[in-house]
């Protein structure tokens, strides 16, 4: 007993340090952003070569440029990753880009501005045609979840161009978000959150609403699964690592993760898996109705469980350099059917089959619930001690 709970002690801390050491290894972030600079990086001139009409600029509350001609008709818009604090740096320093958008707000062109990187290298990256993948495009938070790989050769500085195409656009949106106001259908959205939240928690700690559970689990993958599709992934602790918080676009699941991890500290383990987990919902509403008999589904290595070996596969990639597809590492983009890999939808369809014979089969392998699980709590640390 002492020796499990001290091998698991162990394994839990060592899970949380190799993580975000992997993360700070392979994220590239950097501090670039303390440097204060006036000098612009773009021009009138940048402008022409997209439209060949541009006589003036003009910035906007959102942090775009609105281009205009010489008639004062609007042409489109600009978003320069330096005007938008979105900065990733390549063998030489930024590489800053200018994204051009039309009256629209559909992608025209994706630019490289003036930048101190090996020409080279940059020469390969135009070769291979990647500052066009996002040509044609509107501009909605869709764009951050198109998958596009580094240019071999130029690695480095592909990586960089598009780390700073995917935080131009993920600022710009925010700042649009900001300005934009609140409107009626959000303030529902809101309310429904907090509504689940309440519930979730006086299920949790209180004990109370459980004769509701059936039914509060399907208003949560309804609300926060089908409609919002907002949950907790690898892929999603991974970019606010390597790029912040985005408090102003997506506080609740922020606040959710906050919550987990104190409730989890606390030992209230599962929480999030339990209580506010979309998929989790899923897969106890089809055991539900299943008339067949549940067995369980645990596989494990020694001391180690399925879910173990698989994050730590996830961090030991991340720390030898391995470029991992971390959306397509969980199943929660079948939630995003519309935009979701026909593998993606078939992923999740296995995960309902399964569920008809085994107990939340995906949770026994989920990285994101293994990542909250190993967090040290409280309670353990005094049964530790109780049993020494």
Not at 335 to 346: D, E, H, N, P, T
Not at 354 to 373: A, E, K, M, V, Y
Request: proline content about 3%; aromatic content about 12%.
């Amino acid at each position: 007993m002492t020796h499990t709970l001290k091998t698991n002690s162990i394994y839990n801390y060592l899970v949380i340090i190799l993580l975000l050491l992997a993360v700070a290894i392979r994220g590239g972030a950097n501090f670039d952003w303390l440097k204060s600079s006036d000098q612009l990086v773009y021009s009138l001139e940048d402008m022409k070569a997209i439209y060949k009409d541009a006589n003036s600029i003009k910035k906007q509350a959102d942090n775009s440029l609105a281009v205009f001609d010489a008639n004062n008709k609007l042409l489109g818009y600009a978003l320069v990753s330096e005007e938008l604090d979105a900065r990733y740096s390549g063998y030489a320093g930024p590489i800053p880009v200018l994204i051009a958008l039309n009256i629209d707000k559909e992608v025209i062109s994706t630019t490289l501005l003036k930048n101190d990187e090996t020409g080279e290298f940059l020469d390969h990256v135009n070769d291979t045609k990647l500052l066009s993948t996002w040509d044609n495009m509107p501009m909605d938070t869709l764009l951050l979840s198109v998958e596009v790989d580094a240019v071999s050769g130029a690695t480095k500085s592909s990586k960089a161009i598009i780390r700073t195409v995917h935080y131009t656009i993920g600022n710009y949106l925010d700042a649009k978000h900001q300005h934009a106001g609140i409107s009626l259908l959000r303030i529902i959205q809101l309310l429904l959150m907090a509504i689940l939240l309440f519930l979730s928690l006086s299920m949790q700690i209180g004990k109370r609403f459980k004769k509701f559970y059936v039914y509060y689990l399907v208003t949560l993958f309804l609300v926060m699964g089908l409609w919002l599709k907002k949950m907790l992934s690898i892929e999603l602790f991974n970019n606010w690592l390597t790029k912040g918080l985005p408090w102003q676009s997506n506080w609740e699941l922020i606040a959710i993760l906050i919550i987990s991890l104190a409730l989890t500290i606390l030992g209230h383990k599962k929480y999030y898996c339990t209580y506010m987990c979309p998929m989790g919902a899923l897969q106890m509403l089809v055991s539900k109705v299943s008339p067949f008999k549940k067995r369980p589904f645990k596989l494990k290595i020694s001391v180690l469980s399925l879910q173990d070996i698989y994050l730590s596969f996830i961090w030991v990639s991340l720390i030898l350099g391995f470029t991992l597809p971390l959306a397509n590492m969980e199943p929660f983009l079948a939630f995003s059917y519309k935009v979701a890999s026909w593998i993606m939808l078939g992923v999740g369809g296995i995960i309902i089959l399964l569920s008809l014979f085994f107990n939340r089969p995906w949770c026994q392998l989920c990285p994101t619930g293994c990542l909250l699980d190993s967090m040290p709590s409280f309670k353990n640390v005094n049964n530790y001690r109780h049993a020494k």
